[in-house]
């Protein structure tokens, strides 16, 4: 059975939401962001969400909304880092998805998020905040269908890898 959506998954920096918007593009699909649709809907943004209401209620609010998500089909889904870190929230994008990792070597993450000041969980030292992360995420990927290496290569070439195996 064609799956109905294609679900990013990875690491912060790995690329996801501008990969998933040339994915969208190629495949006449229309691309959906969980961080944007978490802010949407609980109205603020996710750096006001972890200051004022703290990281378990973010948590809950993303497994929600990527539930919501995955109720439609024809629709690329770019996935928080962490989306994958509740059971409930890994099901419904297995359910209803081919799950895409995409991955990329530590020094590339680190260089991509530097300059981003609005990832509540690289506040401080941001090397240490991604190897700290990194680490304990090691398996956390592995669930998908589909694991793309992202570094050193164009978003074209990587979108293409990813709808020759959707095919
Ligand atoms: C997070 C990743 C972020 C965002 C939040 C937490 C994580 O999304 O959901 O800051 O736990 O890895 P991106 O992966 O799109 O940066």
């Not at 978490?38 to 990527?66: C, H, N, S």
């Not at 590339?108 to 506040?123: F, K, M």
Request: glycine share 10%; net charge negative; hydrophobic share 40%.
């Amino acid at each position: 059975m064609t799956k109905r959506n294609v679900v990013l998954i990875g690491m912060m920096g790995t690329g996801k939401s501008t990969v998933g918007q040339e994915l969208a593009r190629r495949l006449g699909f229309a691309f959906v962001d969980s961080d944007a649709e978490v802010e949407q809907r609980q109205g603020m943004t996710i750096k006001d969400m972890f200051a004022q209401l703290g990281e378990p209620a973010f948590r809950e609010a993303e497994t929600d909304t990527i539930r919501t998500i995955m109720g439609k089909p024809g629709q690329v889904v770019a996935t928080g880092g962490g989306a994958v870190l509740a059971e409930a929230g890994r099901a419904a994008m297995q359910e209803g998805g081919f799950v895409v990792a995409l991955r990329a070597g530590v020094e590339t993450i680190i260089r991509r998020v530097r300059e981003d000041q609005n990832r509540p969980l690289l506040q401080g030292d941001v090397e240490e905040r991604v190897r700290t992360i990194m680490e304990s995420r090691k398996h956390a990927y592995d669930f998908a269908e589909l694991k793309v290496d992202t570094d050193g290569r164009s978003v074209e070439d990587i979108a293409d890898e990813i709808c020759r195996a959707w095919a």
